[in-house]
């Protein structure tokens, strides 16, 4: 389909029917729009567009409203993401930049974004499994256990207990913790547990307590492998669940409540959706799409975040019309709107990529120090 006359037309349905959540009629077009025609011809070209699949009638008498396939047409071809302002940069910048942990600036993003779009924000720590080890402490907190501190390139902390039939001593778990961190250091948990299971314990510079530090280091090296692939670990940060119970469209959206409390399946969309290649650097799954019955009449829009593979410029310094100028290129987790399929489409996917960005500039920021 070209962009042509019955396009702007159906653009100017989709926005008129997201700013009003009414039926939108070809009269109030042609008075409020200046497309340039007639009513009649506005009206045909509605009709046209019904006939086609992307407005749909409710009643006889009243105007028409967009379907998922209008919406997916103007969230692909219509849309415009317009850059966030001066002034909207510099608030989030100053709002986040606050943040004094990983933890805090994932939690300041869930409420920031929720209060920016109006909808239920949604932030993801960073995976696990795509994490690379920067340091890791091993503390005695009892007669047989270790507890396995672990700090990842992204900030993250991890903890991990580990059982031992006996204690090293406390040189011996000195050397061990240097050790591995000295062998391990930038190495993905996966690639860590693989090390040091293979490493003799001559490496770890332990010479008297050898069975007691093997077994220690088999269990660090089970927990690597454990964290790497436990997906629950990932954590999920929300915000905004209150606007959907002020919200016009709340008898639609009551089974949304019952996805929100299914994380992993809330996961595994937003996860996918911020993977995908996009234009804007941004996925939008709308209504159907998501094969999740509970988000029949919702939207969800999802940017990833994660590594730089070159400098991230720091706010004002941002081109906001170039998706890809951060430089990300393994996204790490995920920064989500969910609201229901009249949202304001661009305003969301320009709120998210925008909260992505700083956290991709936070990450990078974190992972660059020692």
Known sequence: ???????????????????SQEPVGSAALSKERDLGVSSATIRNDMAALEDEGYLIQPHTSAGRVPTEKGYRYFVDRLATVVPLSEAQRRGINSFLSGSVSLKDALQRSARLLSEITGQV?????????????RHVELVPVAMSTLLAVVITDTGRVAQHGLIVSAMPTADDINRLSSAVNEQCNGQSLSSASETVRASDLDCFGCGTGFETVREAADALADAFASMALDERANELYMSGT???AHSRSLTDLAPLFDALEEQVVLMKLMSNLSEEPSATGVGVSIGSESHTPELLHASVVSSGYGRSTSPV?????????????????????????????????AATMAAVRAVARYLTFFVSESGSGD
Do not use: W
């Not at 951060?326 to 229901?340: H, K, L, Q, R």
């Open 313 to 345: 410029a720091n706010d004002s310094e941002r081109n906001e019309t170039s998706p890809d100028q951060d430089g990300t290129n393994e996204p790490i987790a995920f920064v989500g709107s969910i609201g229901p399929t009249h949202m304001d489409y």
């Open 242 to 244: 209150s606007h959907l």
């Open 121 to 133: 924000a949604i932030v993801a720590s960073p995976s696990l499994s795509k994490a690379t080890l």
């Open 1 to 19: 389909m070209t962009q042509s006359r019955r396009m702007l037309v159906l653009r100017a349905v989709v926005e008129d029917y997201i700013r």
